[in-house]
């Protein structure tokens, strides 16, 4: 397992639908160490603060796994590194196996698992497709984003280490599933909202899905 690219990007203004949006998906990689701090990496930033970054959204990771289904997707040959918009791009960590509460090592930071991402309308507009949100999220290939447990600093070809299992077991795909699937899992929503590590805008979420 394994850091392919640790990718930035401050915020900027694009035009979509005749509007002025900030947005900070436009994320390219980073030669060097980076540093990483609490609120995310140096050099990085996001536009809406209301469902991107923050302590518990700091650092969003993509499996590299997925990128062929998605340059099959969109007609590409190949897709560049944090075309997603995520700040790792990352091989041998898969939303079926990775689970909410996870602890990982990279470089001589400590990471934890907190949710899944969501897709919006300015990735739909940077990849030019704008049906792609739906696909996007019944493909199960969300990524995952990160708390920052112990600050320091990444870089590519660092090596990503397990340092803790969250004994609970419930994976980013199952958080998806019954967060944003209609999926039924009522055991899987309730082991959810035990778990300290979920990111606060989606235990939300979960509890009034669970009083509903």
Known sequence: ??????????????????????????????????????????????????????????????????????AKFLGAESLAHGTFGENLTTSGLVETEVCIGDVHRMGNVLLQVTCERLPCFKFAHKVGRPDILKPFLQSGHSGFYYKVLQEGTLAMGDTIEIVEQHPLRVTVRDLLGVHRLNEEATETLEKLLTIEALAPIVRKDLEKRLAA
């Open 1 to 70: 397992m394994q850091i392919l690219s640790v990718n930035v990007a401050m915020p900027r203004v694009i035009e979509i639908n005749g509007k002025a949006v900030p947005t900070g998906i436009y994320k390219e990689p980073v030669t060097g160490p980076v540093e990483l701090r609490k609120l995310g990496l140096a050099g990085d930033g996001q536009a809406d603060l209301t469902v991107h970054g923050g302590e518990h959204q700091a650092v969003y990771a993509y499996p590299i796994e997925h990128y062929p289904h998605w």
